[in-house]
């Protein structure tokens, strides 16, 4: 089977959307990615279906965004001790 087009999804960031990390390319389109800055480690993984690509980058935006929140809530939690420290 010839494989003409693929669907990459890479690794998100905190501003990522699906079209972000999931995209259909060639394989000519695929290396000017590389060429463009896109590093072989960023690429989680490669399909031939739309369905499961897209099924795999939501799975990574939604771990991505509870890795974020919980950030979030150990930053807040840090400066709330550090705040209650100052005080005493």
Known sequence: ???????????PTDLS??????????????????????????VVAAFTEREEAQSLARKLLAIHADIVALSVQKTEAECRAADEEGRS
């Not at 089977?1 to 690794?11: G, Q």
């Not at 959307?17 to 960023?42: N, P, R, S």
């Open 17 to 42: 959307v699906l079209d972000d990390i999931c995209f259909q390319t060639d394989l000519i389109g695929l290396g000017l990615q590389f060429l463009g800055g896109l590093k072989t480690t960023e």
């Open 1 to 11: 089977m010839k494989i003409t087009t693929l669907w990459v999804v890479t690794r």
